[in-house]
Nanobody, 126 residues
């Protein structure tokens, strides 16, 4: 059973950067597409970015394109989300999630993800 644990996040000033990591256990990430999502208070969950099992396909929501970068290190069984130029509107709980996918398939944000981490809080405030 795949288990995901996020780390990183915290408090940062507007314009600053943070890095989130998603560490997997119980299975190799070689066979999973990974996505990052967030949910702000009173808002629906938003898909931010995904990366295919091979790392060859990535997608970004318009709200984070050009500011966030997703990457993976299958040897370390981790996926990271580098977040730059953070804005107060980025304040939310951030989650990583996964679904099983063929190795060279494209990643899809708008679909059901089967495994979820517990979430990490990111607060952007001066």
């Amino acid at each position: 059973q795949l288990q995901l644990v996020e780390s990183g996040g915290g408090l940062v000033q507007p314009g600053g950067s943070l890095r989130l990591s998603c560490a997997a256990s119980g299975a190799s990430l070689d066979y999973y597409t990974i996505g990052w999502f967030r949910q702000a208070p009173g808002k629906e969950r938003e898909g931010l970015s995904c990366i295919s099992s091979s790392g060859g396909s990535t997608n970004y929501a318009d709200s984070v394109k050009g500011r966030f970068t997703i990457s993976r290190d299958n040897a370390k069984n981790t996926v990271s989300l580098q977040m730059n130029s953070l804005e107060p509107e980025d304040t939310a709980i951030y989650y990583c999630a996964a679904y099983v996918a063929p190795r060279f398939s494209l990643c899809v944000l708008q679909r059901k993800y089967d495994y979820w981490g517990q979430g990490r809080r990111v607060t952007v405030s001066s």
